[in-house]
Each structure stands twice: as structure tokens, then as C-alpha cells.
């Protein structure tokens, strides 16, 4: 038995000299630093950097590190897997120091690289773009008119608000005694209009050190509700009736028009029959089955739209009614 034990120890001790040598298993490194670190921006709100990309098959990314005071502590702001970085929402004249570093996978970082600058405010905000206006009288349903702005939003880091300017008047100047109100969205409902009123509009946008852009303009008119002629009050039409109403006076220029008729069997009811024609047209004669004996009830609606079909204006008629016998 004590033969076969020393053997067994020696033999161990043979295989486990065969195994690898720990001093000859691969040695984990730091990554490359990146190279030529530069400020492709350094001004208004904010700093975009760009860099050379380290080497590495490992490499995982680059930690961002941030200080305003270049012997104070990095504060690290940001993980980036490319070799450029956005900051935003920076402050005008203050100092700003950054590190990069390279990461790799085993969480190693390499020597950082430098860069410092200040952010300016030199840049005037665009002006906002594809400003949508759309003015609703469906007093006759009870809600209450209004007007609804809207634009795409700017993309300045430094963007602070929007202000909207408004006037009946066309060719008005936006200052202090025409502005609304400021708004930090693309977006904005008035419900403090007139109907039957004209209104005009100018949108700017500002950065936080209050240069202002250039305004964009939109013009709508709250239509006032369709008068509907006939069949009206009661009276007695025959089983395909025509209907006939007052179309709007004047369409703003490369706009179209287009009337929506709708019949029902009560004030409540959903629609029996609806037919639409074009803004040439302000009767309309009804095209379904013939209508039993019964009083019915019929309604407009007027939508101006854009190239884009897309609404500028509506207007809903009041509810009238007729009878069939």
C-alpha cells in the first residue's frame, strides 16, 4: 500500500510539471491612447471632440471625464464607443477641461489625452422651421374655437425658448407689445381668438444668451360657421333631398377647399349618409337610398388644407333639420 501511494504522488508531480507555465500565460495591457484630440466645437452651449481611435482588438470604448478647473478632480460625464463626443447644456464663458481615455474589456484605460476651451455665445439660433397653423370653429359641438401652432424643433444646445408674436394686423413688427407668451416646446394652443378673425403670426427662437433668430411667419383665418339654406326649420323635402349652404368667401392662396355633408336621424345619431365635394361646389344632392318618413338632420363641415392635405382651417355648420312624408 505504501508502494502505490508514492507512486501515485510521483506521478502527480510529473503531470502537473508538464502543465503550462504560469509565468508564459498572456499579459493584459492597457490600451493605446487615442491621438489628436481636437474641438471640432467650442462655442455656444456646448463642445463636440473628436480623436483618433486607439488600436486594440480589445478595445471597448473611451470614458469621458470632465473638470472645470484643471487641478480639481474629473468627474466622468460620458461613455462613448466612437471617437467623438457631443457636451451640452454648458454655460457660456466658463472653462472647460476634458480626459479621454481608451477602455478595453478587461475595464484597463490608457494614458488620457487633454483638451481645454471655453464656450462662447457667437451663434444666432435658426430660424424655426415648417410652421404649421391650424384654426377650429366646432363651437356647434360646445368646445370652444381655437388656434393651434406648431414647428419642427431646433437643434442649437443652447436653444432657451420660442417666442410667439401675434397681430391681426398683416404686416406687424414683433416686439414686446406683440408677443404671446414664450414656450420651451415646438407647439402652442390659443384659445383667446375671435371668430371670423384674421390672425397673424411670427415664431423666433433664442438661445440662453438671448440672440434671437430670424422669425417665421403663419397666417390663419377662424372661419365663422356655415349657413345651411336649405332643407331648414322643419319643412318638407322630398326622399333624395339637395342640400345647399353658403360656401366660405375667400381660400388663401394655392389652398383647397372642401365641404363634408352629413345626414342623421337625430341631433345624437351616427351618421346615415356622408358625401364630401369640392370648394366649387355648395350643393350637393343625396345619393343614398331613399329616405323614409322621418325627420332627418344634416350638417357641414369646411376644411381648408394645404398642398399636403394638411388642414389650416375647419369649420362646422350649425345642426339643421327637415322632414320626409
Known amino acids: 500500500m505504501q508502494r502505490i501511494s508514492i507512486t501515485l504522488i510521483a506521478t502527480v508531480a510529473l503531470l502537473w510539471g508538464c502543465g503550462e507555465n504560469p509565468s508564459n500565460s498572456v499579459q493584459i495591457t492597457a490600451p493605446a491612447a487615442a491621438q489628436n484630440l481636437i474641438a471640432d466645437k467650442f462655442s455656444d452651449g ?9 488600436v486594440g482588438p480589445d478595445l471597448l ?33 466658463q472653462a472647460y477641461y476634458y480626459r479621454v481615455v481608451a477602455l478595453n474589456t478587461a475595464g484597463l484605460e490608457s494614458d488620457p489625452v487633454r483638451i481645454s476651451g471655453r464656450p462662447l455665445n457667437t ?20 368646445f370652444r374655437p ?10 442649437e444646445a ?37 371668430i371670423g378673425t384674421s390672425y397673424y403670426y411670427k ?22 360657421a356655415l349657413l345651411l339654406e336649405q332643407p331648414v326649420s322643419g319643412i318638407y323635402a322630398n326622399t333624395k333631398p339637395t342640400f345647399v349652404w353658403q360656401g366660405i368667401a375667400s381660400v388663401p392662396n394655392g389652398a383647397n377647399v ?22 366649387t361646389q355648395t350643393r350637393l344632392q343625396y345619393s343614398g337610398p331613399k329616405l323614409k318618413e322621418g325627420t332627418y338632420w344634416w350638417k357641414v363641415l369646411v376644411e381648408v388644407t394645404d398642398k399636403d392635405d394638411q388642414a389650416i382651417s375647419l369649420a362646422l355648420s350649425s345642426l339643421e333639420h327637415f322632414r320626409i312624408r
Open 258 to 279: 372642401r365641404y363634408t355633408v352629413s345626414l342623421t336621424e337625430g341631433p345624437a345619431s351616427r351618421e346615415l349618409w356622408v358625401n364630401e365635394t369640392d370648394g
Open 146 to 155: 381655437e388656434i393651434e401652432l406648431s414647428w419642427i424643433a431646433n437643434s
Open 158 to 194: 443652447d436653444l432657451a425658448a420660442y417666442r410667439v408674436y401675434g397681430s391681426t394686423q398683416m404686416n406687424f413688427t414683433p416686439d414686446l407689445s406683440t408677443l404671446i407668451t414664450e414656450v420651451q416646446q415646438p407647439w402652442l394652443l390659443l384659445d383667446a381668438v375671435e
Open 46 to 54: 456646448e463642445v463636440i471632440l473628436g480623436w483618433t481611435p486607439s
Open 123 to 142: 451663434l444666432w439660433p435658426s430660424q424655426p422651421r415648417r410652421v404649421r397653423v391650424e384654426a377650429r370653429n366646432l363651437s356647434k359641438l360646445g
Open 61 to 93: 470604448g473611451y470614458n469621458i471625464y470632465r473638470a472645470q478647473d484643471n487641478d480639481s478632480h474629473y468627474a466622468k460625464v460620458a461613455f462613448v464607443e466612437g471617437p467623438h463626443f457631443r457636451d451640452t447644456n454648458l454655460q457660456y464663458e
Open 203 to 224: 415664431i423666433t427662437a433664442v438661445g440662453q444668451g438671448q440672440l434671437e433668430s430670424e422669425a417665421a411667419s403663419a397666417e390663419v383665418e377662424l372661419m365663422s
